[in-house]
Each structure stands twice: as structure tokens, then as C-alpha cells.
């Protein structure tokens, strides 16, 4: 009897790992494009790294970030123009199916036309995807806006969870086959929502001939930059989608690279290891594998301010340069201002109870998967938390303003007052899932009703420069005594 059930299982996991295995994309030069995050000093320090001889990742991207300015100094209006602010900055986190919350947030505040006009978007995991359609134009005011709001909730709406993931049915084969779901499903619904002209040809979209890989990679105005994880050194780096799309034209053929490359990143930042499929990129000559870039951090900010400030800096020495004179410099600031956005709670949940009054199944279950999953949800719960507070590292003033989905369990939605969303996501017969639909739904309307329900941005607490003294304001922007005032 031994020996059939170890050959039923062995079955299945040779049947499963083929089915598996990594996820394999193809896109050329894939990883020139990767660049490395700047390290703060106190990085670097930590790091035992040499902390006069900074690498140029700041500068380059500076000169990216400049790029389409500089181009617009041959129009004698915009040379004599003075300064231009800097414009704000959105960090995406990661979430899974929690970004349902960050696309009903989205989605109503350019409704109400609160949307802040962005300079640059970064994005992990669901935070990359959600990226594209902010760098596509997600607050334009037209048809085309519109249309692409439309993809972004269609992205996060699915009918059943397969219509995402692949999950495997017997979750302990996962140590067998290296991932408890793949990511084919995935795949194939980010082609057809972002090149609908090649990938859904038989769609509204699709015969409308719309394929936002070309607003993504023309866009002039607004960076998008999305993170992931080499999987062989395991350093943070992100890609610039512009540059990346930058070699690819018009032709069929070439939105098919140029779409084939963008999911590479797009996934590759949400390929969270053991729970979804490995996923390599490159060639087949050489593919490399990409980890979920909240493996490291779940938001990234780093040098990006920075390099705004020396964006700046390069665009007026440029037009000093051009006008034959000097050109002020910006008063000193804070630089732009900083929105984050949390696609999910800061609190964690407790473990899965059997039974009310009972012990949860952490304290009466020890087998090692159960226990990696767990051991998971606090590691990315800190890791969610530390990175966002580690903001302040570097941005000791300044606005960074945040908003999370914290508060979603007794949330009620306004298709059902019958309901709450915490209750669905903690179903029997949900516990396992990925991608609940009824959650994700309750999720994007709780989203929506944060951005209608007055302001949804709480201001993070600022350092005055004693480095003992924070300076806070609660939600309803009072100030508590306990802290000082400003």
C-alpha cells in the first residue's frame, strides 16, 4: 500500500513539475536594463562599503529623469520659463490581490480629480503592474484615460482565481515542483489588457487597435520604474520602462517584443519565491531568474529624489548654457513630495482559527509548510512596515504622504450591506486561495470609499534634526502634545 501511495504522489509531482517549472520570457538585453538602486551612506555604511566612492546610479538616472526637459529647451518659451516644481512621487507597494485596494483608490481620486500629477511611479510586485497603467495615463481626462481605468479594474476583477494563478491543489508538492502556483494565467491577462491589438485581437479593444505599450514607451512626462530581485546576487534593481521599450517600433512584430519584455519585468517583480512560479528573462542563450522585489523592499524610493534634484540641476545649467547667463538656482527645499500606497494592511492578521475559543492552527499544526507560510506573512509584515518607515531615512522632512487598507475587516460595501470583507477572506473554504474574487471585489470598493470618504493620505511623522524628537500629525490633522508642534 506503501508503495502505491508514494507512486500517486510521485505521479503528481513529476506530472505537476512538468507543467511547471520556470516561467521563461523573452526579451533581449534584458538585463542591461536592470539598474542598481543608490545606497544611502548609512547603507553603505552597514554594508561595510566604501562611503566616499558612490556609484553613478544617481546620476543616470538624473539624466533620464532630465532627458525630455532638455528636449524641449529648443522652444525659445520654455527656455526663458522659469523653474518648474518638482512634481510628486507615487511608490506602489506589492500585495497580490490586495491591489484591488489600490485600484479602487486610484481609480476614484482621478474621478474626483484629486489624482496628483506624478513625475515618477515605482512599483513591486501588483505595485509594477499597477504602474503601467499610472504611466500609460490613468488620470488623463478623456476617452483614452478612461479606457485605460477601465483595463486596470478589468486587470484586478477576475471571475475565478484561475483566471490568474495555476495553484496546486495539494499545497505540500510546492517543495516538489518549486512553487505552490504558476503564473501562465498572469501572463496571458497582462498581454491582453496592455496590447489588446496583438494578444486579444478579437476584442473591443483589440479591433479598436489599442496597445498602451506604445503610450508606455512615448511617454515623456512620467517615469515608471519598476523593482525586482537577480535571483544569483540577490540585489534590488529596477528597470526604466521607457528605456526599455525604447528600441522597439509600430510593427506587429515589434509590439510583440516590446510586450513580451514588459510582462518579463512586470512579472519578474511579482514572482514571489516557493508561493508563484520562478521566472527567468533573456534569451535562450541566457535566461536569468527574478524574484518579487518585496523579497528586499516593499516600496522603493532611494536615489530617485535625489536624482530629481540633480535633474533639476542639469536642466539649468543646460539652460544657462543655451542663454548665454546664469540661471538661479531653485530655492532649497524638502524636494517633491512623497505618496506611498499600501496595497494592503500594516496589522497582521492572526493565524487561522479552527474553532472560536480554540487554539489557532499554528499552535496545533507542525508540519513545515504551514510553517513557512506563516513565518512568511510576519517577515513580509515587517518588511512592509520597515520599508516605508525607512523613508524617513532618507527624507527626514518633507511630505510623505500614506494611505493603507488598514480597517478593511469591518468594512461594509455599498453592493452589500449584509457583508464585511474580512469574513470572506477568512472563509474555510477561501483559506487556501490566492486571488479570492468576493475579496478582491470588497477590496476595490473599500479602496474606492477611502478615496470618496474625505482625505485618505495620512502625513508621516517628520524629524526636526535633534534625532529625538518626531513630529507627528493624526489622521484628522491634529497635532498630539506629546510630540511637539510645528
Known sequence: MRRIVLIVLMGLSLGSCAFKGALKMDCANFSSFIHPI????????????????????????????????????????NLNAPPRPDRPVLLLSGG???????????????????????????????????????????????????????ALEISYSPAR?????????????????????????LKRRFEQRICPKIYDPKSPAGQAGVCIVTTLRDASTRKVLLGMIEANSGEFGYVDVQELLAPYGNSDADLAKATQCLAGAALASAAVPVFYQQVRVGTKELYRSYYDGGVRQ????????????????????????????DVPAAAPGNGAEIY???????????????????????????DALRAAQRGEAIMVNQLEVSSIAGLRLSRPGGAIWFVSADGYRNYTPTYDSKITCGPIKEAEKNKNMMFIPAFMKCMMDYGRNRATGGEPWIDLCHYDGTETRAICRRPDGTMPGAVGRR
Open 298 to 325: 516593499s516600496v522603493f524610493l532611494a536615489s530617485v529624489a535625489d536624482a530629481q534634484r540633480l535633474a533639476r540641476e542639469i536642466v539649468r545649467r543646460k539652460r544657462a548654457e543655451l542663454l548665454g547667463r
Open 38 to 77: 543608490e545606497m544611502t551612506p548609512l547603507e553603505r555604511q552597514i554594508r561595510a562599503l566604501d562611503l566616499e566612492t558612490l556609484p553613478p546610479a544617481e546620476r543616470e538616472l538624473a539624466n533620464r529623469l532630465a532627458a525630455a526637459e532638455l528636449a524641449q529647451l529648443d522652444d525659445p518659451a
Open 340 to 366: 506611498v500606497i499600501r496595497n494592503g494592511p500594516t496589522v497582521l492578521p492572526p493565524d487561522q482559527v479552527v474553532m472560536p475559543g480554540y487554539p489557532s492552527e499554528i499552535d496545533t499544526h507542525a
Open 161 to 185: 482565481e484561475s483566471d490568474i494563478v495555476d495553484r496546486e491543489s495539494i499545497q505540500a508538492l510546492a517543495a516538489l515542483d518549486g512553487a505552490m502556483a504558476n503564473l501562465k494565467p
Open 96 to 150: 497580490g490581490q490586495w491591489g484591488a485596494f489600490g485600484v479602487g483608490l486610484m481609480n476614484q481620486l482621478v474621478e474626483n480629480r484629486q489624482f496628483p500629477d506624478f513625475a515618477v511611479v515605482t512599483g513591486v510586485s501588483t505595485g509594477a503592474l499597477q504602474s503601467l497603467f499610472v504611466g500609460a495615463g490613468i488620470d488623463r481626462q478623456d476617452a483614452q484615460g478612461k479606457a485605460i481605468r477601465d
